[in-house]
């Protein structure tokens, strides 16, 4: 299944069968260089990360709802999340001088209004969602950064001010927002297999915690409903 072909997820979608337990939205895009756009003309970090994400997660809403014993689904997001609220107003770049970062925070926060609002929508329907940070991991996301980025990261970790993480470590937090009776109520974003702090907007120099814009209540019901207008454009639409 590939995020960013909408027929693909649909497909996928469509040939799945049976209940499901657990939906762990984990595949990411990271920092492309230069402001790259859909056919639809979505920027390719907001459409893969979050738009693709969307629209699996409700295409499966129904298998989901058939769990048994209720279901979980866990949005992977990061502390990118930190940099960029989601701008309504502006999306998809198309006013603002493109940043590859700031369109990384923003899908990134787009991962956590997703937790949010299909808590909300769905818990009656015995669907809960969590969203976390998995922490730094070195993987193939990092494919676009940059060499000097990276160089300085490496930099970082040699002098202690950053740690990467196993792929086993940055693995843990997820399965505690997939498992954990804990967060059975669903909403909530994890850091290191615990609840993050959550860090007002206008503050400075954060590193870690979750801001305050990526949990609102009414940012999350209206990414959702931005999303669905998303995903009812065609292709060719202006």
Known sequence: MDLLDLDSVAAFVADWDGPLDLLVNNAGVMALP??????????????TNHLGHFAL????????????????????????????????????????????WQAYGQSKTANVLLAVEATRRWADDGIV?????????MTNLQRHVSQDVLDGWDKAQREGTVVFKTTEQGAATTLVAAVAPEFATGGHYLEDCVEAPTVADDATGVRAGVRAYALDPGNAQRLWEVSEEHLAQRPDAD
């Open 129 to 137: 969602a969590n969203a976390l940070m998995p922490g730094g991991i």
């Open 57 to 100: 997660t409700t295409g499966l809403h129904g298998a989901l709802a058939a769990a048994s014993d209720g279901a979980r689904i866990v949005s992977v997001s990061s502390t990118g999340h930190l940099r960029s609220p989601v701008h309504f107003d502006d999306i998809h770049f198309a006013q603002r001088e493109y940043d590859a």
């Open 34 to 47: 230069q402001l790259t756009l859909t056919d639809r003309g979505w920027e390719t970090q907001f459409a």
